[in-house]
């Protein structure tokens, strides 16, 4: 009878197999979950979406099969997030909760389509509106017989239908991003091996040894698979960016725990002669350009990120930097770097769709060979992609 859920999930993009379909069946068949239509959402997800950054297609693709809560949403509807946060609870005696009347699932959905455009604001511990704490059927964090969980956890598993609360507003590739979905991009650079002693068992090679010794038991030891990945990050800081501070934030954060062999400096509207290690860029402090060139193998992964928001003359012209005179511009710096690592990508934080008017954003992606991505839910992805060819 899943089938056609099946092959919804196929039309939603969503890249799920038959194998995946059938352990789904089995553990169906197997009743490893309640008949809750909350535990099969949980279990389907876990057994069919193996990507993190597919979750909200499969919610929508959920909803639209088992007519949940996206399927009575027009384009323009929403559910205020304030409207969800739980401030009390409602205690009922279990007379009162005997007496809740049931909608029915017909009248239910058609009584949601009318509060999405009748209610103007948060409401608390009613029996009417989408709110929490109460007897409404819609909200959460209360008590009714038969209703809609929009948001929140659930606790009595008596929801006809349960949403999301994030699902009011789909996620595309054009949103910004946090540090979940970030580390979700960055693991497309992995690459395991393994190096150092060998201090993990090798259990193929074990049961292969025993065998071969007559079942005499002969363990076999292999060293820890590690990402051999080495990336260097350059962060363009201070001026423009920062206005952008908290996701660059996000993307350090999430490519300090990804990438292990990871080192990272810091630089100011474009590249020159001397970088840091420090954002407030200490003259004592400075790390001259040409020994980081040096440092590092070819098979480096570069990662420029910045908003290469400058006058044009700070990239092509020596001397054009707004901070000293630069004996040699900044594009024979950045062609250097290119050339030593030739794995490498600009990230941007500043929306894609103003580049194009932004004179220092078009020198900079002709300098990057068109190699520029946005920090949006896909431009990271779109980067690891092509820092793995």
């Known amino acids: ?47 069919l979406v193996k990507d993190e950054a597919h979750f909200d297609k499969f919610d929508r693709a959920f909803g ?43 009248k239910l959905m058609d009584r949601l389509k009318e509060l999405l455009k009748e209610q103007k604001a948060r409401h608390e511990g009613g029996n009417k509106w989408i709110g929490t704490g109460g007897t409404s059927p819609f909200g959460h964090g209360g008590t009714n017989p038969e209703g809609v969980r929009i948001g929140g956890k659930g606790g009595n598993r008596t929801a006809v239908k349960v949403w999301e609360a994030r699902s009011y507003q789909d996620y595309d590739g054009e949103r910004e991003i946090g540090t979940r979905n970030i580390k979700v991009a960055l693991r497309r650079l992995r690459k395991f091996a393994r190096h150092g002693a060998a201090e993990e068992l090798a259990l193929d090679d074990t049961i292969r040894a025993t065998a071969s ?32 501070i908290e996701r660059t934030e996000e993307l350090f954060s999430a490519s300090k725990t990804e990438f292990k062999n990871m080192e990272f400096f810091y630089f100011h509207n474009c590249v020159y002669d001397y970088m840091w290690k420090n954002n407030r860029r200490r003259h004592a402090e400075r790390f ?14 570069l990662i420029f990120v910045g908003d290469a928001t400058m006058s044009p003359y700070e990239i092509l012209q020596p001397g054009g930097s707004v901070e000293y005179n630069n004996e040699e511009a900044g594009s024979t710096w950045l062609a250097r770097f290119t050339s030593a690592f ?7 934080p500043e929306p894609e769709n103003i580049w194009q008017y932004r004179q220092s954003v078009s020198i900079m992606r002709q300098l990057m060979n068109n190699r520029m991505f946005p920090l949006t839910m896909d431009g990271p992805e779109r980067a690891m992609r092509t820092l793995s060819k």
Not at 76 to 91: C, F, G, I, T
Not at 223 to 240: A, Q, S, Y
Not at 342 to 348: A, H, R, S
């Open 1 to 47: 009878m899943l089938i056609d859920f099946f092959f919804t999930l196929k039309d939603a993009k969503i890249p799920v197999t038959i194998k995946e379909f059938l352990t789904l069946l089995e553990a169906m068949q197997k009743q490893v979950i309640t008949t809750s239509l909350d535990d099969f959402y949980y279990l389907a997800r876990l057994t």
């Open 64 to 106: 639209l099969y088992f007519k949940g809560i996206s399927a009575v949403f027009d384009d323009h509807a929403s559910v205020p997030l304030d409207w969800l946060v739980q401030r009390m609870k409602r205690e009922l005696t279990p007379e009162q909760i005997a007496a809740l009347e049931k909608f029915g699932y017909d």
């Open 213 to 244: 010794n007559a079942g005499y038991l002969d363990i076999k030891m292999q060293p820890e698979r590690k990402n051999n990945i080495k990336v260097l990050m350059l962060f363009d800081v201070g001026g423009t960016m920062d206005d952008h």
């Open 288 to 301: 001259p350009t040409w020994d980081i060139l040096r440092k590092y193998p070819p098979d480096t992964k």
């Open 342 to 348: 030739p794995k490498f990508v600009w990230l941007n």
